[in-house]
């Protein structure tokens, strides 16, 4: 009889070890970022660890509009976004929990991260300038403020409003300025348009390299990956004709942005959610993703790769709280459109 209680105990053990050994195999996200390098990095996670990786990948936006709609019955164990703002997005409407693990911290630059522990970054990007080598002189160039000044007039070339890089360049500038200021400014800066906004950071980089316009806005890591050959022999060689240019050096720095990690309040794979992000904060993932997306690593001791290396890894970058960017978002965006970019 005794033997027959603990047989029953063990199997009910053993039933719930194997149930949850069966939802512990895996890692649900929710991701943003639009990178080959991720799927890369996610089989070598799974390769290490055995847990699978299921990614679902849209806009930031529709991925918290899909969070909130699916409540409890969410899969998802992490959000990933290109953009401090929407993490805190998340955070603000309650789905995402506190990550206090000792690995994460350690790794982490402080002045980067959330400072009520809500996500991780991952990595960090500038929002830069690139100029034409041959028609503009890089002491033409100074500020983000100074894109609106009328000797611009009908050569900058910059993304939509809708993109999200450019509402947390906005929202900066409203973080810093007010609304009323970064609305004047806007209106210059889409009265010097050479075109209207069309296409993504790269596009810019080829208006530029074509003649279309003298300067673009992009993020750093563009100009490295065509410059590496990735994106084909035309993008490597448009590359070549212009320069890459940190604004606001003699001034507040240059915009800086964070790719994140958020993890989901009521994801069902918390410890696989906490492996996966110490992985992509280990120094194999950051150099990975240093050597396939040439974004800056967070990590310590990785260095970013030659390619955007060489034009200068000590930059002063601009000390406005990253969690601002979701602040102003709303403020930015209404901004934005009433300028008409
Ligand atoms: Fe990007």
Same mark, same amino acid.
């Given at each position: 009889?005794? /033997? ?20 512990? /195999? ?14 890369? @990095? ?54 995402? @929990? ?30 830069? !300038? ?16 100074? =894109? ?7 050569? !900058? ?9 450019? @509402? ?19 209106? $210059?800066? !889409?009265? /010097? +348009?050479?075109?209207?906004?069309? #296409? ?10 074509? $003649?279309? &316009? ?18 084909? &022999?035309?993008? @490597? ?9 940190? *604004? ?13 990690? $958020?993890? =989901? ?7 696989? %959610? ?22 800056? *690593? ?7 790769? *030659?390619?955007?290396?060489?034009? #200068? ?12 960017? $979701? ?8 901004? +934005?459109?009433? %300028?008409?970019?």
């Amino acid at each position: 009889m005794k /033997n027959i209680f603990y047989a029953l105990i063990m199997c009910s053990l053993f039933l719930g070890c194997d149930s949850l050994e069966k939802k512990s /195999n895996e890692v649900n996200l929710y991701s943003q970022r639009h990178y080959a390098v991720d799927e890369l @990095q996610y089989k070598n996670f799974t390769k290490l660890t055995g847990i699978k990786v299921n990614v679902v990948k849209a806009n930031a936006d529709e991925l918290i509009e899909r969070l909130k709609n699916e409540g409890e019955n969410s899969p998802a164990d992490l959000f990933i976004t290109v953009d401090a703002g929407k993490l805190q997005k998340a955070a603000e409407f309650e789905l995402l @929990q506190k990550v206090n693990n000792k690995i994460i911290n350690n790794n982490v630059s402080n002045d980067l991260k959330d400072k009520n522990s809500f996500w991780v970054p991952i990595t960090y990007r500038a929002r830069i !300038v690139v100029y034409s080598n041959d028609r503009v002189q890089k002491s033409e160039l100074s500020t983000y403020e100074d =894109l609106a000044k009328p000797e611009w007039n009908g050569r !900058v070339v910059i993304r939509k409003s809708s993109n999200m890089y450019n @509402q947390s360049l906005v929202a900066s500038l409203v973080a810093n300025h007010g609304v009323e200021a970064t609305e004047a400014w806007a209106n $210059g800066l !889409v009265s /010097n +348009m050479a075109r209207k906004p069309e #296409g993504n950071d790269r596009a810019q980089i080829m208006a530029v390299a074509n $003649g279309e &316009a003298d300067i673009a806005v992009a993020n750093s890591y563009y100009i490295a990956l065509m410059l590496s050959g990735k994106k084909g &022999a035309e993008q @490597q060689a448009a590359a070549n004709k212009v320069v890459p240019f940190f *604004p606001g050096q003699g001034g507040r720095g240059t915009h800086i942005n964070v790719s994140g990690i $958020g993890m =989901l309040k009521l994801g069902p794979n918390r410890e696989n %959610a906490l492996k996966l992000i110490e992985f992509l904060l280990s120094e194999t993932a950051q150099n990975h993703i240093v050597n396939n997306s040439f974004e800056y *690593p967070l990590l310590e001791g990785v260095n970013p790769h *030659p390619l955007i290396a060489q034009f #200068g890894t000590d930059f002063k970058q601009d000390q406005t709280p990253v969690s601002s960017y $979701g602040e102003f978002n709303p403020d930015a965006v209404k901004l +934005m459109e009433r %300028a008409g970019w």
